[in-house]
């Protein structure tokens, strides 16, 4: 597969804290890249740094481009959806479709009026006037009319209705499997993009705590709920995480020492939501 | 979006799901299955899942892949199914319910009776 997306070592510093320190990862074609942390943890400060929005220190090369130094080139297969509304307000969004028939070589205009055909959003309606539901629909709607092979969403769903979100990933997978792209998803809502990833990357202060792909982490955890009988057995091979239940206990565990526990419990897979909290806080 | 349980992972819940599915005639034999993206898109999952769950149904013999074409499900899918929910009976549903007898001290004749009555009611 074609590596669509690589970053080295990248680090940014700024004034008084370190936003980012030694990243790296690597995306190939057909990944979906799950981005978690705290607010706070550097998800942003990365995304910017994809974008060259801001210097930054180390590697980064998207689809072969430098995020600064080839930045217009780079910018013909990259797209960016925030987690506020970043199109105009003042345009229709008729104008909008114009406008970036103009600006963008591989913007194709009748695929982006064939997708907007079947919503609600009317050509002649001002920007401003558009939910916001409606708004990331026709950010979308403009993404996939283009030749974009990596494409980042910051909390893509913050805020949206559960219609919108399911309009929404549907139009997104339709859209990812016709062709050879990577997408980076942050978001905050854990359960809800955890079947939709093939890697997770997680952050804590500006680090790198989990880097695996999906299928590595339900061989590599799992889940046992055990009689607290067991309770100093289990946590003598130091669980990850736990979680009170009536007389029993959940542990999270490393799958190195899935054949002593097995028989003491009953083995569940492990949820992206519990190791991602594993890694935020430890056990106490 | 689905809703999954939590006692085994996506893919094999996924797979599950299409047996009972091909066992219910909902996918004929012969028939195509639906595309991974299809499933991928109206399941918001990823394809790789997808994909996997369709590759243990390809391994148990009940789907085979047609290059250039998809997914279509294998002809004797369905006695194949029948033949392993029977074996899955004799081995784990008897059993249990050998033991509930032995719990309620029901003999065997009562437990045919009550059988009858209730096969009969359908």
Same mark, same amino acid.
């Given at each position: 597969m074609t590596t669509l997306l690589s970053a080295q070592n990248v680090t940014k510093a700024y004034s008084d804290k370190?936003? %980012?320190?030694?990243l790296s990862f690597e995306l190939k074609a057909g990944q979906v890249l799950g981005l978690l942390g705290h607010n706070g943890a550097g998800k942003s400060t990365l995304i910017q740094s994809l974008l060259g929005a801001h210097h930054f220190q180390g590697e980064i090369r998207v689809n072969g481009c430098h995020? %600064?130094?080839d930045h217009t080139e780079m910018m013909n297969h990259l797209s960016y959806i925030s987690d !506020?509304? !970043?199109?105009? $307000?003042?345009?229709?969004v008729k104008q909008l479709l114009k406008y970036t028939s103009g600006v963008h070589? @591989?913007?194709n205009i009748a695929k982006a009026n064939q997708t907007l055909e079947?919503? $609600? %959003?009317?050509?002649?309606?001002? %920007?401003?006037?558009? @939910?916001k539901g409606m708004k990331v629909q026709l950010h979308l709607a403009v993404i996939i009319a283009t030749d974009t092979k990596v494409l980042i969403l910051d909390e893509?769903?913050?805020?949206?209705d559960l219609i919108y979100r399911e309009t929404f990933y549907r139009h997104l997978l339709e859209w990812f499997h016709d062709g050879e792209r990577a997408l980076i998803i942050a978001s905050h809502e854990v359960a809800e993009i955890e079947h939709l990833i093939t890697d997770v990357l997680i952050l804590k202060q500006g680090q790198c705590v989990l880097s695996e792909s999906m299928e590595s982490i339900e061989e590599d955890y799992f889940v046992v709920d055990a009689p607290n009988t067991h309770q100093a057995q289990i946590e003598a091979l130091q669980p990850l995480s736990k979680q009170a239940g009536l007389g029993s206990t959940k542990w999270l565990l490393k799958s190195d020492n899935r054949s002593q526990i097995e028989s003491m419990g009953t083995i569940y897979p492990v949820k992206l939501a519990d190791l991602f909290l594993a890694t935020q806080m430890g056990i106490n | 979006m689905t809703d999954w349980n939590d006692n085994q992972p996506i893919f094999r819940q996924l797979s599950e799901q299409i047996s009972s599915q091909i066992l219910q005639g909902i996918w004929p034999e012969g028939e195509a299955l639906p595309s991974i993206r299809t499933v991928a898109a109206d399941l918001k999952i990823n394809h790789l899942t997808v994909m996997k769950s369709y590759q243990l149904l390809v391994d148990d013999g009940l789907v085979e892949k047609r290059r250039g074409q998809g997914m279509f499900v294998a002809v004797g899918a369905v006695a194949l199914l029948k033949q392993a929910k029977r074996t899955q009976f004799i081995d784990q549903q008897v059993p249990q319910i050998a033991d509930t007898l032995r719990h309620i001290n029901m003999d065997v004749d009562e437990f045919v009776k009550q059988l009858r009555i209730q096969m009969k009611g359908e």
């Open positions: 370190i936003g %980012i320190q030694n995020p %600064i130094h !506020v509304n !970043v199109l105009p $307000d003042w345009m229709t070589p @591989s913007f079947a919503t $609600d %959003i009317k050509p002649n309606t001002k %920007i401003k006037h558009l @939910s893509p769903t913050l805020g949206l | -």
